[in-house]
């Protein structure tokens, strides 16, 4: 069975690809171990400028990159090309700051020196998904080719041109053959992937399942992970609020990409003081929002990535509906056009016992809940399994300081919204998964961080 290209918002199929072959997929890693070898002896400065001109790649570039991930995904084309300008960011932020965050770091002790030693391990298997096909590559890639080890891609089946795309640019920067490589598999052949001796870690964003299988896989292996799961974060409103700013950044919040983001907001927990007013905002700037063709400048929600996707959210919308949640905007899939397109959905009265309590909202719903007071709230929030990022809003410093201190979610932002950041650690806890990417602490999740004592 071939990979696909298949444009979400029409259908049709771009362009198909056959998997690798067994003997091309072990020559892929055969070179990629081959490379690692010499590579872990280049130097900083070197692996810095190659990184700087992959960032000058992609911003030379943005447009026809902007419009692959557009037509494999359905995002809006300004956010795909606003999407290659954060990946160039995040090269050179690695590329400026790479030789400080592996700097031998001394220690005082017993010897007449000992110090901290950070080295790389070798190649990583990156299984990345479909919904910021860039991004979630290039955070892992970044610094992983500069802390010297090399990268292996697989990603997510629908979005095969991202992938080459991807190396196309390492390529063209002037890393040596190897160091970062796509390759076109089915996600089956992960679990032999990792029994690989020539893998030394893996790394994954994508679902809980995935995640468990790949930690099952590379924990037989006694191999290292890092993994980014799902998101159902709280974004929670307090009486003090500033309700106008609140409403605005949670319609932001909830729609971005499409609604189809790990970290994107998806239960808005209010103050019963202010719901009213919030609620009727919210409704207001939903109906607002003007669903379709992502490739024209005016769209703000294109299609949902696959049809699969579509029917879930739908699924989980109706169940909600069937046990007393009402509808206030949306609630159906647009049937009067193809592709996989879901208009802007609020529930509100949610009862208890609902997917909505347990599970992930992957597409743009909303859930609305009210509450009486900050512990009701906290409680609420932290319900679910998952613990990814976390929006809160109040002017009370000692409501802010709990929130901060008692929300379980890997990142917990003040009024504002919850994003990613090269200068800032990105991960979860609890079932979102463990370990962090960018910053200083993603770095060093895949090096041998060695202990040097001599006398």
């Known amino acids: ?23 091309t997929l072990d020559a892929k890693l055969a070179q990629a171990w081959e490379c690692f070898l010499r590579y872990r002896k280049t130097s900083l400065e070197q692996r810095s400028q190659w990184l700087s001109q992959a960032a000058e ?30 990946c160039a960011w995040v090269c050179r932020y690695y590329a400026e700051h790479a030789a400080e965050f592996l700097a031998d770091v001394a220690v005082s002790s017993d010897a007449s020196e000992s110090f901290v030693r950070y080295q790389p391990i070798g190649p990583v298997l990156a299984v990345m998904p479909w919904n910021f096909p860039f991004w979630q590559v290039f955070r892992f890639a970044a610094p992983a080719l500069m802390a010297g080890n090399v990268g292996l891609l697989k990603h997510a089946s629908n979005v ?30 992960i679990a032999d992937l990792m029994a690989d001796e020539r893998i030394k870690a893996a790394t994954l964003t994508g679902s809980e399942p995935a995640g468990a299988s790949l930690a099952a896989a590379a924990g037989k292996h006694i191999k290292k992970t890092v993994l980014e799961l799902g998101g159902s974060d709280p ?3 307090m ?21 189809q983001s ?22 207001e700037k939903f109906q607002a929002l003007r669903v379709g063709d992502p490739l024209l400048p005016d769209t703000n929600i294109g299609p949902l990535a696959t049809p699969d996707i579509l029917a879930d959210l739908h699924r989980q919308v109706q169940e909600c509906v069937a046990q007393g949640a009402k509808v206030l905007v949306g609630g159906e899939p647009l049937s ?108 060093l999740e895949f090096v041998n961080i060695k202990t040097v004592w001599i006398k």
Not at 2 to 23: V, Y
Not at 59 to 70: C, L, N, P, Q, S
Request: with cysteine; aromatic share 8%; glycine share 8%.
């Open 160 to 189: 095969p041109q991202c992938a080459l795309a991807i190396e196309h640019i390492f390529q063209e920067a002037g890393f040596p053959a190897g160091a970062f490589q796509s390759l076109l598999i089915e996600g089956s052949r």
């Open 57 to 86: 790649n992609l911003e030379a570039h943005k447009d026809a990159y902007g419009r692959i991930m557009t037509l494999e995904m359905g995002k809006p084309l300004k956010a795909a090309i606003a999407e290659v300008e954060k």
């Open 336 to 443: 009067d056009r193809p592709g996989n397109f879901y208009p802007p959905t609020l529930l509100a009265e949610i009862p208890p016992g609902t997917p909505a309590d347990t599970e992930e909202f992957f597409g743009p719903v909303a859930l609305l809940f009210e509450v009486e007071d900050l512990d009701e709230a906290i409680a609420l929030a932290n319900h679910p399994t998952l613990g990814l990022g976390a929006s809160a809003w109040t002017q009370i410093p000692a409501e802010r300081d709990r929130l901060i201190n008692e929300l379980e979610a890997g990142c917990v932002f003040i009024n504002g919204l919850v994003k990613s950041d090269p200068r800032l650690p990105f991960g979860g806890t609890k079932h979102s998964g463990y370990g962090r990417e960018l910053s200083r602490e993603g770095i």
């Open 239 to 259: 009486e003090s609020a500033d309700v106008e700013a609140a409403v605005t950044t949670a319609v932001t919040a909830r729609m971005l990409n499409n609604g």
């Open 235 to 237: 974004f929670v409103v």
């Open 1 to 23: 069975m071939g990979i696909a290209s298949i444009n979400p918002a029409t259908g049709e199929t771009i362009q198909t690809f056959e998997p690798l072959s067994d003997q």
């Open 262 to 283: 790990c970290i994107a907001a998806k239960r808005f927990i209010v103050a019963r003081a202010i719901a009213p007013a919030f609620r009727q905002r919210m409704v």
